[in-house]
């Protein structure tokens, strides 16, 4: 389907994570929680479950994975955009900028600024179990939002086998926390964990790449909301597809290890052959859901991509869902939380 045939189809209709317990639907937006309790108790009891697994058990997502496609796709082939119109109103939710920026490159290299302020408190590590007990890291960051507990992640690191890397049958992943901040085993702010999980329909449905985009909505721990503790970044829809990209994530797979937040620098453009935004880094598996941000000032950007997949023909480059109607309607749905 075409990048314009997919917006018009588009319900903007999101699916939120089940466990027995509905919550309710409204608006073609179903609803449920995850299991188990919430605030202090759950956090120490997910704290002590993660800070006692051996790092060797936990598996990247392999995702961002390398893709069949039925030709290569040479780099001089991308479009400097989507060749149709806008699929609506531009929307963004604005952080505040900083000034200092570190130097571009396209080679994942340790985020160099403080980890006491943001993007190193935004941008955090991923942990959850699939329904047969497997481990599995991805990266996700938090939004600024009405609710003030928003993680922005990929799809797959909420949902589904990652293209068949996780066990035949997963739906909802379950364990979900959030480690802000994670440095070398260290989660200097905890293991927050998830209360609701949300990705688009369209991606439970069929698994398609270009709706490939999650959240999660955390608990709060003492009172106290993730947000309002360690800053959120902005967030943006229906811009350009072309921006200058700050990628941040925790790839696991070599040559990277997981243990620190990293990141890259370019200029993304869209593939039309693929329909994927596209930029040249190098990033690996564990990276899966890390921001993609736009308008970055060494703190506070918007995110308007995520590390989502490799493809065979772009062996140097990782992708992102374009964010249109779906991540507006995403973020919309999930605002308030």
């Not at 919550?23 to 919430?38: D, F, I, K, M, R």
């Not at 070398?184 to 270009?210: C, F, H, I, K």
Request: overall charge negative.
């Amino acid at each position: 389907m075409s990048f314009l045939g997919r917006a018009a189809a588009l319900a903007a209709t999101l699916f939120l994570l089940a466990t027995p317990s509905a919550l309710g639907a409204t608006n073609g937006v179903s609803s449920h929680g995850q299991s188990g309790s919430t605030g202090v108790a759950r956090e120490k009891t997910l704290s002590h479950f993660w800070s006692a697994v051996p790092s060797k058990q936990i598996k990247p997502v392999s995702p961002p994975y390398t893709l069949r496609t039925p030709f290569l796709v040479p780099h001089q082939f991308k479009s400097p955009g989507p060749p149709i119109e806008k699929q609506g109103v531009a929307g963004s939710i604005a952080g505040t900028h900083a000034a200092v920026a570190p130097l571009l490159g396209s080679v994942g290299t340790p985020w160099s600024g403080s980890q006491n302020l943001l993007p190193a408190t935004t941008t955090g590590k991923v942990f959850f179990t699939d329904h047969a007990g497997g481990q599995w890291v991805c990266s996700g960051s938090l939004v600024n939002s009405g609710g003030k507990d928003l993680v922005i992640t990929a799809g797959h690191c909420v949902y589904g086998t990652a293209g068949g890397e996780l066990p035949a049958g997963e739906t909802w992943h379950s364990n979900w926390v959030f480690a802000p901040d994670y440095n070398n085993g260290v989660a200097p702010y905890g293991y927050w964990s998830a209360r609701q999980l949300w990705t688009m329909t369209n991606y439970m449905n069929s698994g398609d790449e270009q709706d490939d985009m999650g959240a999660a909505i955390l608990n709060t721990v003492n009172g106290q909301h993730a947000v309002d503790l360690l800053g959120g970044q902005g967030i943006a829809w229906n811009q350009s597809p072309l921006q200058s990209i700050w990628d941040f994530g925790y790839p696991a797979a070599a040559p990277f290890n997981g243990q620190i937040d990293e990141v890259c620098n370019g200029n993304d453009a869209y593939d039309i052959f693929i329909e994927m935004e596209v930029l040249p880094c190098n990033f690996t598996g564990g990276s899966s859901g890390g921001p993609w941000l736009m308008q970055f000032g060494g703190e506070f950007g918007y995110v308007n991509g995520v590390n989502d997949a490799r493809y065979s023909g772009l062996p140097a480059d990782i992708t992102s869902m374009y964010f249109g109607n779906n991540a507006g309607a995403l973020y919309n749905a999930t605002n308030n939380l």
